[in-house]
Structure formats: C-alpha cells, structure tokens
C-alpha cells in the first residue's frame, strides 16, 4: 500500500504554469506506476498522464501533450507534474495514483489515491 499527498494545485491565468507534486510513503512506492488524473465539476475522472517504476516510461493523455511532464524520483518518493501553458479546460481537481505493476489509464486500476488538489485556469 502507498500513502499520498498532493501538493502545489492553485490559480493560474491562462498561459501560466504550475507545479504539482505528490509525496508517497510506503514500501511499495518504487515498485508502483504512478499517474495523475483530474477531475472537472460535473465531468468523470480522466488520465492525465503516467510514469513506469523501472524505465520510468511516461504516457499522456492527447491534449496534455508537449505542455504538461511527468516525472518521479524513487529515492525522495516524489512525483510531479509541470504544467505549461495551461487553458481554462485544465481546470479541474488533480489527483495523484499508484497501482502494482506497469502502466494504466484506467482508475479503477489504481489502488491507491489522494486526496487531490484544485488547479484552477483563470481566462
């Protein structure tokens, strides 16, 4: 089991930039994928993006793509997410993920989760 901690959610104009991170704790952290998912008001949750636990393989969801990375660091059992050029679509609660094994899209698949943070994209 891995506990998180997001961190770092806030408001933003379009255009700008933030950094979430999520802090883990557990054993299982270095052997876990790790993802972010958001979800808007009134919208399901959605993958965002994800990082493997060996080759740290990263994957994105289409629209995230060239302006949001992923990356971890097994040691300090962190992951972030930078995000540049954020849109008013971006706006959403961010949550982070971990799940045994290699990489998923799917939230059902991830077996632990925090508590989520906001990011709010001002136009």
């Known amino acids: 089991q891995v506990q998180l901690v997001e961190s770092g959610g806030g408001l933003v104009q379009a255009g700008g930039s933030l950094t979430l991170s999520c802090a883990a704790s557990?054993?299982?952290?270095?052997?876990?994928?790790m993802a972010w998912f958001r979800q808007a008001p009134g919208k399901e949750r959605d993958f965002v993006a994800a990082i493997t636990w060996i080759r740290l393989n990263t994957y994105y969801k289409n629209s995230v793509k060239g302006r949001f990375t992923i990356s971890r660091d097994n040691a300090k059992k962190t992951v972030s997410l930078q995000m540049n050029s954020l849109i008013p679509e971006d706006t959403a609660v961010y949550y982070c993920a971990a799940r045994n094994g290699g990489y998923s899209y799917r939230d059902y698949e991830y077996n632990d989760w925090g508590q989520g943070t906001q990011v709010t994209v001002s136009s």
């Open positions: 557990g054993r299982a952290f270095s052997t876990s994928a």
